[in-house]
């Protein structure tokens, strides 16, 4: 059954199954993310790996455009980073702190006064932390397709009572990033996106991040930049099907900016976790707050904020974080102790690859 299965895939691919087994490190890796493509599990894959600083595999699998064949380049190819929007905001939260502008533990309605008053108040931290208990999507809340502003979107969620009283539970969500944005915002007295741009992005060498703007009739719009350089591409989104891939259905991300809103390259990703790794941007200390284990009850909750703190199925410790959106699954990865950065960009909704990526992963960290 195997062979008939490899044959076939070879076939409609145009490309051989390379079997992992006897492969160590990189080549196992690279072999993975390469079957992935030729399994026909994913239509295209971003790679970025980064050790001491340094490219040690960066590459691109598949394809951008099925229907065109464009070709991914890591420096390139635009993705929908999905929740690893959630690791920006975490920085820039850190360098608002440190600058003064806010603190951790400020009151949401401190900035958000209109935000209808709950039974219990919650902090700034506590929605970057994933523990001001704030609902998460119901329905298809999560492929919301609307023109929304960060403030418009509020009356998606606004009425909810708590599902716990604050810091006594952990329920994650983006729509605590919704309301932690807006606070930031007001506290920075300019817009998020220009607060992150020139506060995180740009000092990180993240040139090609940006937000994902969707018009009113549904064409994308990129920023100014990325229309006039055509050297830039973005990925089509796809979700999958018995019959392969189609292109995944219109949302609008933007209201989300901060939870799951950005557009971004694996090669920049990267660059994120490099300044993890070297405490580049912020403070130590600030690096201390963000990246902490938050416990609720004495249990840990695997959460910083906006990043998973957390060790994989060998016990090895890691903080980044998991994506999964509309049209996108990613993972980055940063290993302090070995020194490694991971930067994974799908262009496809969900497709039930993790165990796989994981294998990828654990074979590079040996």
């Known amino acids: 059954m195997w062979s008939f299965l490899k044959l076939f895939f070879e076939q409609r691919t145009g490309s051989k199954i390379i079997p992992i087994d006897g492969l160590k490190g990189l080549e196992k890796s690279d072999a993975i993310f390469h079957n992935l493509i030729v ?66 533990d400020d009151s949401l309605f401190k900035y958000v006064p209109e935000y209808p008053q709950k039974r219990f108040d919650f902090t700034l931290r506590q929605l970057a932390n994933h523990t001001a208990g704030i609902r998460g999507y119901r329905g298809k809340e999560f492929a919301l397709n609307q023109h929304y502003s960060i403030q418009d979107s509020l009356k998606v969620f606004r009425n909810e009572p708590l599902q716990f009283e604050p810091g006594k539970g952990y329920l994650y969500n983006s729509f605590d990033f ?55 591409t973005k990925s089509t989104n796809y979700t999958k099907s018995i019959s392969g891939f189609r292109k995944a259905v219109p949302v609008n991300n933007f209201y989300k900016l901060a939870g799951g809103g950005y557009l971004s390259t694996s090669a920049d990703i990267a660059n994120m976790g490099k300044a993890l790794l070297q405490q580049e941007l912020l403070d ?14 004495n249990h840990p909750t695997y959460y910083g904020l906006g990043f998973q703190v957390s060790q994989d199925a060998l016990g090895r410790p ?12 990613t993972n980055f990865y940063v290993y302090p102790k070995q020194g490694i950065v991971f930067s994974i960009l799908i262009n496809c909704t969900d497709p039930k690859v993790q165990a796989d ?6 074979a590079v960290c040996g």
């Open 284 to 297: 130590k200390k600030t690096y201390q707050e963000i990246l902490f284990n938050y416990p609720v009850k």
């Open 39 to 104: 399994e026909n599990h994913i239509p295209g894959v971003s790679v970025t790996i980064l050790q001491e600083g340094k490219v040690i595999l960066q590459k691109g699998y598949g394809h951008a455009n099925i229907e065109s064949k464009t070709n991914i380049d890591p420096k390139k190819t635009l993705f929908r980073i999905a929740s690893i929007s959630k690791c920006i905001t975490g920085l820039a939260f850190g360098k608002m702190v440190e600058e003064g502008l806010l603190h951790w």
């Open 357 to 362: 990526l994981d294998t990828a992963i654990q």
């Open 318 to 329: 890691y903080v980044g974080h998991v994506g999964s959106s509309v049209g996108a699954y």
């Open 178 to 232: 919704v309301l932690l944005s807006l606070a930031m915002e007001r506290a920075a007295g300019t817009s998020f996106e220009t607060y992150v741009q020139e506060k995180v992005l740009l000092p990180l060498g993240m040139h090609n991040t940006f937000p994902e703007r969707i018009s009113t009739n549904s064409e994308e719009e990129l920023s100014e930049r990325i229309r006039s350089d055509g050297t830039f």
